[in-house]
């Protein structure tokens, strides 16, 4: 089961407040501004920024 679009479209990055987007894999979530990942485990966004990895 993926993210739908209408949960991607409320959510926003938990440290800058801005825009997220699903990445290609389609199990993370990507601020631009922060270069940040958010990780999804078992179809759940894990939006803490202590949990977030660096985008690289």
């Known amino acids: 089961m ?3 679009q209408d949960l ?3 959510l926003a990055c938990p ?3 801005g825009e997220i987007r ?3 894999s389609g199990d993370g979530l990507i601020c631009e ?3 940040l990942i ?3 485990k078992d179809d759940i966004p ?3 920024i202590d949990e977030a990895l660096p985008l690289t």
Do not use: G
């Open 2 to 4: 993926a993210i739908s």
């Open 8 to 10: 991607l479209d409320i």
């Open 15 to 17: 440290k800058c407040k």
């Open 22 to 24: 699903l990445n290609q």
């Open 33 to 35: 501004k922060c270069r």
């Open 38 to 40: 958010y990780p999804i």
């Open 46 to 48: 894990i939006m803490l």
